[in-house]
């Protein structure tokens, strides 16, 4: 028995488009980060950039279980003192939903130049509307998790 060594021609990619509307942020943002990271696929490869790229639309409609609007929050530092910037989910999801998504997704890939290229492969929108027509991308929207 050889083990086959997958290579960058022969990675097949399939555009998908998911609703967010309704689904739990969590259970949303893992499903997304395992179409990014391949792992559906048969001849998965943990080192190699082999995902599908994810479109998902309905951002600002994502829900959030428990008492997490409040209680979460999401944190910066400029690096000079007094810098702290700290925001909840609540006013996050309201300014800017397309980056709560973002951001739950990217927690879940490797935090390497692997999980760097992964990202680039999400696409967030707010509303229902995408502008990628062009790549003719599978809809994924009646099948919610």
Known sequence: MKTYALKEKDIERTWRVIDADGQTLGRLATR???L????HKAAFTP???MGDPVIIVNA???RVTG????????ARHSGYPGGLRVET???LLQ???EEVVRRAVRRMLPDNRLGDELIRRLHVYRGAEHPHRAQ???DERSTKA
């Open 32 to 34: 997304v980060a395992a």
């Open 36 to 39: 990014i990271r391949g792992k």
């Open 47 to 49: 080192h190699l950039d």
């Open 60 to 62: 600002s409609k994502v």
């Open 67 to 74: 008492d997490k609007l409040r209680q979460k929050t999401y």
């Open 89 to 91: 989910l609540e006013s």
């Open 95 to 97: 300014r800017r939903p």
């Open 136 to 138: 003719r991308p599978v």
